[in-house]
């Protein structure tokens, strides 16, 4: 599900703009006490979920959007582009080589043509170990998608939330739990979706025993698209619809990974590109990139 309005324009950042022109970033910020998760030389922020409804919450209202038009129309132009800036890539790239399996199967879905993943992941595909399969909304991108070694998918999770069947029919699952997914992967595309607990219920469905999901979320997205309370609430509130998503699906040990805070770090100036908005800011001294975080949970 992830494309854009136009070939060559990216997602446009959540963020606002101040009476003095300047640009607002939103950052993450809780009193709730973390844990330190350590990854190689990196150590990422964790905070626990803990539930905090006891019924559905949410109004149907909450999932409306401004374009209720047919995604089918939307995504239907391939447009190869990055959806989040070089060194939100290179971070989540650092995650993912820790995070995932390097073998057993993987599920990407709101897939395109590129998945983001670690150089040993992509080479644990391309030996056989891992099994990937992608599943999103254009063909053309899915293809370009060379990490797909077990099958690509088309499916408007919108239109059809039943992730489980589509990957039974494809025979990317089997009955089994050990022919179920390790794990599920998902980059800045769970606000678009307009029945999110069904679709992370079927993922849940699909996945082994022990199995995981990470959602990657950052401030960018196109608006029309974008579920109605994505558009209204903090960046905070964000992240914690989305573990209350994983929550009312079925997943336990719900957590939020704080991967940048949209600042970037001393380490990083040097490998930073210059191109773009992120090259505009960092001209004007204002050293920001994109947030990242990693809503995660395992099934019990």
């Known amino acids: 599900m992830l494309s854009t309005l136009r070939p060559l324009l990216r997602p446009v950042p959540l963020i606002g703009i101040s ?20 990854t190689g030389s990196k150590q990422w922020p964790v905070k626990q979920y803990t539930p905090r409804h006891s019924s559905w919450p949410y109004h149907p209202s909450d999932f409306k959007r401004q374009d209720p038009s047919s995604d089918a129309s939307f995504y239907s132009a391939p447009r190869f582009v990055a959806h989040i800036d070089d060194s939100a890539i290179a971070t989540l790239r650092e995650y993912y080589d820790t995070a995932l399996p390097k073998k057993g199967r993987i599920l990407d879905f709101c897939s395109s043509w590129i998945s983001h993943y670690a150089p040993d992941i992509e080479k644990a595909a391309e030996s056989g ?53 390790d794990a599920s992967t998902n980059v800045v595309s769970t606000d678009y979706l307009t029945q999110p607990v069904e679709v992370l219920k079927s993922v849940r469905d699909a996945t082994k025993a022990g199995g995981m999901v990470h959602l990657t979320i950052s401030n960018r997205c196109f608006p029309t698209k974008a579920i109605s309370r994505w558009l209204r609430v903090s960046e905070e509130e964000r992240l914690m619809t989305v573990a209350d998503f994983l929550h009312f699906a079925g997943w336990t040990d719900i957590e939020i990974v704080e991967l940048s805070n949209g600042k970037v770090e001393e380490g990083e100036r040097q490998a930073a590109p210059q191109g773009g908005l992120q090259g505009l800011m960092s001209w004007m001294g204002m050293n920001h990139r994109d947030p990242l975080w990693v809503v995660r949970a395992r099934k019990g």
């Open 129 to 181: 170990e891992l099994r990937i399969v992608g599943m999103g909304m254009n063909k053309a991108e899915l293809d370009a998608n060379r990490v797909l070694n077990s099958g690509r998918l088309l499916r408007d999770l919108n239109e059809n939330p039943d992730v489980a069947g589509a990957l039974a029919d494809a025979k990317a699952i089997g009955a089994s739990d050990d022919e179920k997914l």
């Open 19 to 38: 009476t003095t022109g300047l640009l607002l970033v939103a950052t993450f910020s809780s009193s709730t006490q973390r844990v330190a998760m350590s």
